[in-house]
Nanobody, 116 residues
């Protein structure tokens, strides 16, 4: 059973920065894609940023230019650097992996709260 564990969420003022981490219990070099999603209360999860095994990056329109996704295969970790945070970024952030061997996997989520 593969596990994804997020960390790095918290409370930050508007304009501040946070870096989220997602550590995998399996080798991420074999994953097709990894991504970050956020979820507002009562809403469906939405894609924030996705990175493929080949390094292709896709960002949601609301975070383009402010957030950067990256992965360190040696550490089996994906990151989300979030800069210039806004109150509307407040949500639970989830790590996701689409894998050949294990299917689609989600982490448990980490709360990000941006105060105005």
């Amino acid at each position: 059973q593969v596990q994804l564990v997020e960390s790095g969420g918290g409370l930050v003022q508007s304009g501040g920065s946070l870096r989220l981490s997602c550590v995998s219990s399996a080798r991420i070099s074999s994953f097709r894609t990894m991504g970050w999603y956020h979820q507002y209360p009562g809403k469906q999860r939405e894609s924030v940023a996705v990175i493929s095994s080949g390094g292709v990056l896709i960002y949601g329109a609301s975070v383009k230019g402010r957030f950067t996704v990256s992965r360190d295969n040696a550490k089996n970790t994906m990151y989300l650097q979030m800069n210039n945070l806004k109150p509307e970024d407040t949500a639970v952030y989830y790590c996701n992996a689409d894998t050949w061997a294990y299917g689609n996997i989600w982490g448990q989520g980490t709360q990000v709260t941006v105060s105005s």
